[in-house]
């Protein structure tokens, strides 16, 4: 079934430094893998999605890499900015299915 | 357009009691699914409506429901609630216009506690 890894859980950055948490999932047919930020109190917001067949994706400070062949994605933020301080889920799903699961967050600290 | 809103934002509950929450999604979408958030068990899928129709169910217990109405909006329904129920319920829509996965867009949640 389907399981996703998440690492680390936890993470300090110095501000201006990049960060970067990794997913590993199990299920062959995901082909969805979307990321999300939460901060306290609020909704999880997407940031950036990627679908398997494309192998990186970018958007401005932020960025996605899937590896399919070791099964695992990867989130990339260049020019940390406290604002960026918050819980970071990713997700995987299946084609055609709208059933999100989610890795286990990482609580990113950006530090001044 | 509007985000995807639910109500009521914050529920006191006692053991045993039934609770309903209701989301309204993003005008001109079509699916609903509702997740758990814990801090023990994470985000949890519970189960997605589409078309009125339940499309896919998580692993929870019976006593977790939901419909979805004519024009998108679904309600969740709790019975018998116990004290582990206590969790942020989110509920996300999508169009589901296309045969792949869509976008998900989260609405704030409701902050259910169970006493």
Known sequence: ?112 | KAGVTQTPRYLIKTRGQQVTLSCSPISGHRSVSWYQQTPGQGLQFLFEYFSETQRNKGNFPGRFSGRQFSNSRSEMNVSTLELGDSALYLCASSPRTVPSTDTQYFGPGTRLTVL
């Open chain 1, 1 to 112: 079934g389907e399981n996703v890894e998440q690492h680390p859980s936890t993470l300090s950055v110095q501000e201006g430094d990049s960060a970067v948490i990794k997913c590993t999932y199990s299920d062959s047919a995901s082909n969805y893998f979307p990321w999300y930020k939460q901060e306290l109190g609020k909704r999880p917001q997407l940031i950036i999605d990627i679908r398997s067949n494309v192998g990186e994706k970018k958007d401005q400070r932020i960025a996605v890499t899937l590896n399919k062949t070791a099964k695992h994605f990867s989130l990339h933020i260049t020019e940390t900015q406290p604002e960026d301080s918050a819980v970071y889920f990713c997700a995987q799903a299946n084609f055609g299915n709208e059933k999100l699961t989610f890795g286990t967050g990482t609580r990113l600290t950006i530090i001044p």
